[in-house]
T-cell receptor
Framework: DQQVKQNSPSLSVQEGRISILNCDYT??????FLWYKKYPAEGPTFLIS?????DKNEDGRFTVFLNKSAKHLSLHIVPSQPGDSAVYFC???????????FGKGTRLHILP | GAVVSQHPSRVICKSGTSVKIECRSL??????MFWYRQFPKQSLMLMAT?????????EQGVEKDKFLINHASLTLSTLTVTSAHPEDSSFYIC???????????FGPGTRLLVL
């Protein structure tokens, strides 16, 4: 059973506009959420994270929003740039045991 | 930032052979390393947690006799796929834990193709 769900396998966004990547989770015990970016044939790289006690975290062009009641989080990228084209994984951890549970990823295409 | 390397980056082998993949943390000590595999269009699946000096902890459904993990030092963990079969063809990624959750650094991955 998928505990972290990314229901959109792909997303296309015009360069300069906002990219919004969505993620839902089922386990209310998750204490930490992370977003990773992955290029083909490379390992994931960490982008941004948020603790379950917060509802927003911002870092440059990246903002993550957490809605615990809806068990939903989203990653906003603004403005979107060509180099943002990649697969984005939403992930969560449980009880700080360092295991990361990943969603299936969303492929983001930034259109010129 | 911290660097994690994997070797080899790509390997092609015949069915029935064993393949060893190395994961090294290059500039920090990692008491814990994780091994993941990724099938096309699927998420990263955690296979096992590798702790230095102790036995690895395998996730449910992962055969410990098939995927041998050795974490002999604070900078090296190895994954050996024994008697590989075509269904083992996948992208294997390791990660090493630094001082906090954000500091789980991923290796570049190893593409395994079993013919």
């Amino acid at each position: 059973d998928q505990q972290v769900k990314q229901n959109s396998p792909s997303l296309s966004v015009q360069e300069g506009r906002i990219s919004i990547l969505n993620c839902d989770y089922t386990n209310s015990m998750f204490d930490y959420f992370l977003w990773y970016k992955k290029y083909p044939a490379e390992g994931p790289t960490f982008l941004i994270s948020i603790s379950s006690i917060k509802d927003k975290n911002e870092d440059g062009r990246f903002t993550v929003f957490l809605n615990k009641s809806a068990k939903h989080l989203s990653l906003h990228i603004v403005p979107s740039q060509p180099g943002d084209s990649a697969v984005y994984f939403c992930a969560a951890t449980l009880n700080r045991d360092d295991k990361i549970i990943f969603g299936k990823g969303t492929r983001l295409h930034i259109l010129p | 930032g911290a660097v994690v390397s994997q070797h080899p980056s790509r390997v092609i082998c015949k069915s029935g052979t064993s393949v060893k993949i190395e994961c090294r943390s290059l500039d920090f000590q990692a008491t814990t390393m994780f091994w993941y595999r990724q099938f096309p269009k699927q998420s990263l699946m955690l296979m096992a947690t590798s702790n230095e000096g102790s036995k690895a902890t395998y996730e449910q459904g992962v055969e410990k006799d098939k995927f041998l993990i050795n974490h002999a030092s604070l900078t090296l963990s190895t994954l050996t796929v024994t008697s590989a079969h075509p269904e083992d063809s996948s992208f294997y990624i390791c990660s090493a834990v630094g001082t906090g959750k954000e500091t789980q650094y991923f290796g570049p991955g190893t593409r395994l193709l079993v013919l």
